[in-house]
């Protein structure tokens, strides 16, 4: 009886941990990843989910083209599919580019093969409309799992999560903005969303996104940061 409790608060335990490990953006677990870039200098980076996306995309862009500000674009394969032309921008105004898979999909319990083919068939988009395949991929709700790695590595690309987040799929603009430069530290890497999952722009509002941003680059700058691009915090090659 007691052997069979113990057991099952063994199992409960290893279940939190094993969750944990796989949902938690500052978990390395599975590595190599990127959460945070180099700690000297302050120097942080902004990073966009879930795009393009009709006019939240271009808000964004507009905003970073007037502030002088670099950020990524972790972009999914389905949304570039239905707006080449908000890439083709993106990757004009100097911004980087990630894939963030084809359909937005959980890579939990998911063969290294399917993974392998949303990383693929985002990549070959991508190359089809800006001529280069991106080296970095962040997966969808920062989920990892087994295959994941793997199917990186022998690609040459790089996992990368987030250290920052202004959570600006639930808060308010205060909030927004508050999380946002409360969660800053040298290297940061920020995660904002652009769009939601493989929605279109009808369907989504970040207006409260493209409304925090020029107050969250503002307050950066005044705690003393600058705005890198994420390919400065990647191990050189
Ligand atoms: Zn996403």
Not at 50 to 76: H, N, S, Y
Not at 112 to 135: N, S
Request: charged share 25%; proline share 6%; net charge positive.
């Amino acid at each position: 009886m007691i052997t069979a409790a113990i057991l099952a608060i063994l199992g409960l335990a290893f279940g939190l941990w094993f969750w944990w490990a796989c949902s938690e953006p500052s978990s390395t677990f599975f590595r190599p990843v990127l959460i945070r870039g180099p700690q000297e200098g302050k120097r942080i980076s902004l990073t966009f989910d879930d795009g393009p996306a009709e006019q939240f995309t271009e808000q964004i862009l507009d905003i970073l083209r007037a502030q002088q500000v670099p950020a990524t674009f972790f972009v999914c394969g389905k949304n570039v599919e239905n707006h080449p032309d908000l890439l083709r921008r993106i990757v004009a105004e100097g911004h980087e580019v990630g894939n963030h898979a084809y359909s937005h999909f959980f890579v939990y319990f998911k063969s290294r093969r399917r993974i392998a083919g949303e990383i693929d068939r985002t990549q070959e988009i991508i190359e089809k409309v800006v001529g280069f395949r991106p080296r970095i991929f962040r997966p969808p709700y920062g989920a990892r799992w087994f295959g994941l790695v793997p199917a990186l590595v022998e690609r040459g690309m790089h996992l990368i999560l987030w250290s920052a987040t202004g959570y600006d799929w639930k808060k308010d603009v205060p909030g927004i903005i508050k999380a946002a430069l409360g969660e800053l530290k040298p290297g940061a890497v920020i995660l904002l969303h652009d769009g939601r999952e493989t929605r279109r722009a009808i369907e989504i509002d970040r207006s409260r996104t493209v409304e925090a941003l020029p107050a969250i680059i503002a307050g950066a700058r005044k705690q003393g940061y600058t705005f890198a691009p994420l390919k400065d915090f990647l191990p050189a090659t």
